[in-house]
């Protein structure tokens, strides 16, 4: 047993270690005995597990600002000294300090030697509201830095990272990077097509029928899947649904639980122009926030919602809407909630004229399947057609 006391060589002699991230202009030298960096000239850089760690606290913060960002996206940061969380920071909302400013803002005095700064996204580059991070980093001696993602942007990708090089701190890119990246799957849409990221979301029977006859109560899921439902409202910037749902549902069409953030629009298409005046969307205190389309295709509407920086929209019915949306392809994420339950009936989830072919029909790709009390949530990106 006489190995175990010199730890050094047990490390040494493990093949993941050998893996450790070698990056200039910081080379690993590695510790005696532990994992700290106290002495400058034996460093040890952590493993990719110790950066997955600290990223998903990053990430943890980035999820605060969901729904509330836009048309930003929600960024994240921690700074790590010693295996150790100093200071945490998150992008509150458009216009605000970024999320690495605010966590470095956060720190009393100086950043230490040796710590290192967790970031979901690239830190911007250019001046915006706010000057550039990557400059503030530089001047706030950070000299270490993990990022999750590179900027969707094709004008700022990876300048940061260059900026940052250049200014003498260690950049490390792609820590848990498709995480960081789904986080802002609806900014990154919309920043680099112009066009809101559209999520498709109902409740259906088994027989994929959307309600009961009027005059029923109109739910068919249960009250669990409509509390996981809402949940989808709090970080969208739009919410789609057809005049026949505001004719027969009268819904409020908003966030009622999570942290206050302004309402999603919402948007109700039209071709006859006969919506009751006193549906809650006109009348309740968000009816500034009701935008009404008449004649217009879905199309054309998402793209318009597109240019009032709407980053996300969730179109929740009814069956109309939604055929169309599938019919021309515009869904970029499905959440269908299916209720054990057959109703029949003429109002069908997905009706419209349908795929051409088996082929030609839309798929999901790795979908998700999860158990609400009796009731099934579907989860899911349709695969790029052919
Ligand atoms: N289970 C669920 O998750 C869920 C969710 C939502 C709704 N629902 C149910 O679904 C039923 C309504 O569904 P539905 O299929 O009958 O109707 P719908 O999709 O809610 O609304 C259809 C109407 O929307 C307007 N419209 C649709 N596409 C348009 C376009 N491209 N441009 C302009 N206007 C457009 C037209 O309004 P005009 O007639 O005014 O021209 C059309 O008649 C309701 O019973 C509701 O309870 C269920
Ligand atoms: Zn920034």
Redesign the pocket.
Same mark, same amino acid.
């Given at each position: 047993m006489r190995h175990r006391s010199h730890k050094i060589w047990d490390i040494l002699a493990q093949p993941r270690h050998h893996d450790f991230p070698v990056r200039a202009p910081v080379r690993p030298r590695y510790l005696l005995g532990c994992g700290r960096y106290r002495c400058s000239y034996l460093q040890l850089v952590p493993p990719e597990n110790t950066h997955e760690k600290f990223m998903r606290a990053a990430l943890a913060e980035a999820k605060k600002g969901l729904g509330r960002t836009s048309p930003n996206p929600a960024v994240g940061a921690v700074l790590v000294k010693g295996n150790r969380i100093i200071a945490r920071g998150y992008h509150r909302q458009a216009g605000g300090d970024h999320a690495e400013v605010d966590c470095l803002r956060k720190l009393a005095g100086p950043v230490p030697p040796g710590a290192i700064l967790y970031v979901t996204l690239e830190p911007c580059s250019t001046r915006g509201r706010t000057a550039p991070c990557a400059n503030y980093i530089i001047e706030r001696s950070v000299r270490s830095i993990v990022i999750g993602t590179i900027d969707p942007n094709p004008q700022h990708r990876g300048r940061a990272v260059e900026l940052l090089r250049a200014g003498g701190v260690d950049v490390t890119t792609g820590t848990l990077e498709e995480e960081c990246a789904r986080l802002n799957e609806g900014f990154n849409k919309w920043f680099v097509t112009g066009e809101p990221f559209v999520i498709a979301k109902? +409740?259906?029977s088994l027989d994929a029928h959307?309600?009961r006859p009027p005059g029923e109560s109109?739910w $068919?899921t249960s009250e669990s899947s409509r509390a996981h439902a809402q949940k989808l409202r709090a970080v969208v910037d739009a919410i789609i /649904?057809?005049?026949?749902?505001i004719r027969? @549902?009268n819904p409020y069409l908003t966030v009622r639980s999570g942290p206050r953030r302004v309402q999603p629009l919402r948007v109700i $298409?039209?071709?006859?122009g006969?919506l009751p005046q006193t549906a809650k969307v006109f009348c309740d205190s968000n009816r500034d926030r009701t935008l009404i389309?008449?004649?217009?295709?879905?199309r054309s509407v998402l793209r318009d919602l597109g240019r009032r920086k709407v980053t996300s929209v969730l179109i929740?019915?009814? +069956? @109309?809407?939604l055929s169309?949306a599938f019919d021309q392809r515009l869904v970029d994420k499905v959440q269908i909630y299916i209720a054990p339950i057959f109703t029949g009936g003429n /109002?069908l989830a997905f009706g419209g004229k349908g795929a051409p072919s088996t082929e030609g029909s839309m798929r999901l790709e790795s979908p998700l399947y999860q158990r609400i009390g009796e009731d099934i949530c579907v989860t899911g990106y349709p695969k790029p057609s052919s």
């Open positions: 109902c +409740g259906m959307l309600t109109r $068919l /649904v057809g005049a026949e749902t027969r @549902d $298409l039209t071709r006859s006969r389309y008449r004649n217009k295709t879905l929740e019915g009814g +069956g @109309d809407v169309q /109002v």
